[in-house]
């Protein structure tokens, strides 16, 4: 099975590949089209600015292939919210596969909302066979409203979709590459289970 791993002006892109050496999975990491359209499942890491994110994406002609990709994808953090509508981060469109608008926090909690924090009502194969209270690491200033393709919510100063899931897609706000064994092992999940 090849995994690929999306590298492009937002990444995250090697902490989440030290995070499949752990794993002991093998990946590619690559800007092109073609070559990751022939992988088995794409990873779509993040930590940027969505507007500029975008701009990336449309150059080097990936945002089509994400739309047109059939096999798992998981996209974190900032990867998650590209995949929604739009987002108020400059007012940027997402490639409108998870429905949710992305908004600011408002001022009324610290921003960005960084540290850990528990999941609720975790409902997908990401959070397979883990016994124990799901807590995982954020670090994020804007976030994915509630809608019906949530599949896990997380409270900072109001409900938000920590994770969303829709036929192969799936999306977390928080960075499973930085959330310790928990975090390996929702990465593990979407390597075996999706």
Not at 61 to 88: A, D, H, V, W
Not at 96 to 105: D, E, M, R
Request: glycine share 6%; net charge neutral.
């Amino acid at each position: 099975m090849k995994t690929g791993i999306i590298r492009y002006s937002a990444g995250n892109v090697y902490s989440v590949a030290m995070a499949l050496e752990r794993l002991n999975v093998s990946y590619i990491i690559s800007d092109d089209p073609e070559h990751l359209h022939c992988c088995d499942r794409l990873i779509f890491p993040g930590v940027g600015e969505a507007a500029s994110a975008m701009k990336d994406l449309d150059s080097k002609g990936l945002t089509s292939m994400i739309k047109q990709y059939n096999r798992p994808f998981l996209g974190i953090c900032l990867g998650m919210q590209i995949l929604c509508r739009e987002t108020e981060e400059n007012n940027a469109h997402g490639l409108a596969i998870f429905n949710p608008t992305v908004k600011k926090f408002q001022k009324s909690v610290k921003i960005p909302h960084i540290g850990w924090n528990t999941l609720q009502n975790p409902k997908s194969v990401l959070f397979s066979d883990i016994s124990e209270e799901i807590c995982v690491y954020f670090v994020h200033s804007y976030y994915a409203e509630l809608s019906k393709e949530t599949s896990s919510f997380c409270f900072y100063g109001r409900m938000f979709s920590a994770s969303l899931e829709k036929d192969n897609y799936y999306g977390v706000q928080f960075h499973p590459e930085k959330s310790g064994r928990v975090g390996s092992k929702i990465l593990q999940n979407f390597l075996e289970k999706t």
